[in-house]
């Protein structure tokens, strides 16, 4: 763990005590920041990253945030998680606030998930990838895929 993201670690739980028990765990080349078992928020170099749900990203974008971007086997893959510059740290209510509204959202979205029958990526030539936008699509679960069935 380097010195930048093992301050802003303990800064970062320090800050977000209220919203529960907050646990690291290795995520993304960095570190994760879980409150009771969900994780909302990514620290990488020293970074915070708050997770946004689709719902949050329009309000992240309007606040100037940007998407943390990760690299995967040498490919750059643009991430759900917005970064929390020094002036909204700084607004110690406000990002607590918008944490809070993060782990909410991520909260329903699981919930959401969770309630679909069956996994789609379970099907053969479906990827994790192709699942994300058939749920996006409102398709969350192999019975409501095979209902629709091929679209001509």
């Known amino acids: 763990m380097n010195g930048g993201s093992l301050r802003r670690i303990e800064q970062a739980k320090s800050c977000f005590a209220a919203l529960g028990n907050i646990a690291i765990?290795?995520?993304f080349g960095g570190y994760g920041l879980l409150a009771d078992g969900t994780?909302?928020?990514?620290?990488?170099e020293g970074e915070l990253y708050l997770r946004a749900t689709e719902s949050l990203e329009t309000a992240f974008r309007e606040r100037g945030m940007v998407n943390m971007t990760y690299l995967k086997r040498g490919v750059p893959m643009v991430m759900r998680y917005y970064w929390v510059n020094e002036e909204l740290w700084r607004q110690r209510r406000e990002l607590c606030a918008l944490a809070w509204q993060a782990l909410c959202e991520t909260r329903k979205e699981i919930?959401?998930?969770k309630s679909c029958n069956g996994?789609?990526?379970d099907l053969p030539n479906i990827d994790a990838s192709l699942e994300r936008q058939l749920w996006r699509a409102g398709i969350c679960n192999i019975y409501?895929?095979?209902?629709?069935g091929g679209q001509r």
């Open 111 to 113: 919930k959401v998930k």
């Open 144 to 148: 409501d895929f095979r209902l629709l």
């Open 39 to 44: 994780m909302f928020a990514v620290i990488t």
């Open 119 to 121: 996994r789609l990526k």
């Open 25 to 27: 765990r290795s995520q």
